[in-house]
C-alpha cells in the first residue's frame, strides 16, 4: 500500500516531443506528489508538486496531470529539449509519517536532438 | 528552492575504515532530515529519518549500528558509515525538510569501498 507504481521504464522522444511519465499509488493518505528530477551523479531535484485537491498544475514547461478517483498522476513536459534527458521520479507523502518520500521506480528520458 | 549542501561528493575508502558525509540545510532550518542510498539505474532507497535532537529512526534492514546518524543541529546531519565493506559502495544523498511538506536534496556522496 505504500508503493508508488511508475511507467515507463525509458523513454526516448524527438526534441520538441511531449514526453509523458505515469504515476499510480495505492495509499488513499498520500495528500503531496511531488516530481524530481535526476542528472547522472547528482541529488534529485524537486521539479513540480501537486496536492490532491487540484487536478492539474503548470510551472512552466512541466506540467502534472492529477486524477483523484484513479490515484494515479502523470507528468508532461512540453516542448522537450536535449538538456530535459534525465530520470524523472515520482513520489508521494503524507503527514502522518513525517513526510518521508515514497519514490516511484524512476524514468530515464532520452531527447534526441 | 532551497539549497542542501552535502560533502564530500565522492569518497574512496579501504575496507575496515569509517567514513562520514555531511548534511547541511544552508538557508533553512531543517528539523526532520532523511538519508537515502540509491543503487546505479535504481530509485531512492530510505535508510533513515533524523530529527534534530533525537535519535534517528531507521527503516527494516538498515542496521543501525553501522550507518550512525547524528543530528545535532537545525542545519547539520551526518551519515557515519562505520567498518565500510564493499557492498556498502553505494550513492547516499541527504534531504532536508523545509516546512510544510517540500523535501530538497543534496548532491549526493558516492562512496566507494575498496
Known amino acids: 500500500q505504500q508503493q508508488v507504481k511508475q511507467s515507463p521504464q525509458s523513454l526516448i522522444v524527438q526534441k520538441g516531443g511531449i514526453p509523458i511519465i505515469n504515476c499510480a499509488y495505492e495509499?488513499?493518505?498520500?495528500?503531496?506528489f511531488p516530481w524530481y528530477q535526476q542528472f547522472p551523479g547528482k541529488g534529485p531535484a524537486l521539479l513540480i508538486a501537486?496536492?490532491?485537491?487540484?487536478s492539474e498544475k503548470k510551472e512552466g514547461r512541466f506540467t502534472i496531470s492529477f486524477n483523484k478517483s484513479a490515484k494515479q498522476f502523470s507528468l508532461h513536459i512540453m516542448d522537450s529539449q536535449p538538456g530535459d534527458s534525465a530520470t524523472y521520479f515520482c513520489?508521494?507523502?503524507?503527514?502522518?509519517?513525517?513526510?518521508?518520500?515514497?519514490f516511484g521506480s524512476g524514468t530515464q528520458l532520452t531527447v534526441l536532438p | 528552492g532551497a539549497v542542501v549542501s552535502q560533502h564530500p561528493s565522492r569518497v574512496i575508502c579501504k575496507s575496515g575504515t569509517s567514513v562520514k558525509i555531511e548534511c547541511r540545510s544552508l538557508?533553512?532550518?531543517?528539523?526532520?532530515m532523511f538519508w537515502y542510498r540509491q543503487f546505479p539505474k535504481q530509485s531512492l532507497m530510505l535508510m533513515a529519518t533524523?530529527?534534530?535532537?533525537?535519535?534517528?529512526?531507521?527503516e527494516q534492514g538498515v542496521e543501525k549500528d553501522k550507518f550512525l546518524i547524528n543530528h545535532a543541529s537545525l542545519t547539520l546531519s551526518t551519515l557515519t558509515v562505520t567498518s565500510a565493506h564493499p557492498e556498502d559502495s553505494s550513492f547516499y544523498i541527504c534531504?532536508?525538510?523545509?516546512?510544510?511538506?517540500?523535501?530538497?536534496f543534496g548532491s549526493g556522496t558516492q562512496l566507494s569501498v575498496l
Open positions: 533524523s530529527n534534530e535532537g533525537s535519535k534517528a529512526t531507521y
Open positions: 534531504s532536508a525538510k523545509k516546512g510544510g511538506e517540500k523535501l530538497f
Open positions: 538557508d533553512f532550518q531543517a528539523t526532520t
Open positions: 495509499n488513499t493518505a498520500f495528500d503531496y
Open positions: 501537486i496536492r490532491p485537491d487540484v
Open positions: 513520489a508521494a507523502s503524507m503527514n502522518f509519517v513525517g513526510r518521508q518520500l515514497t
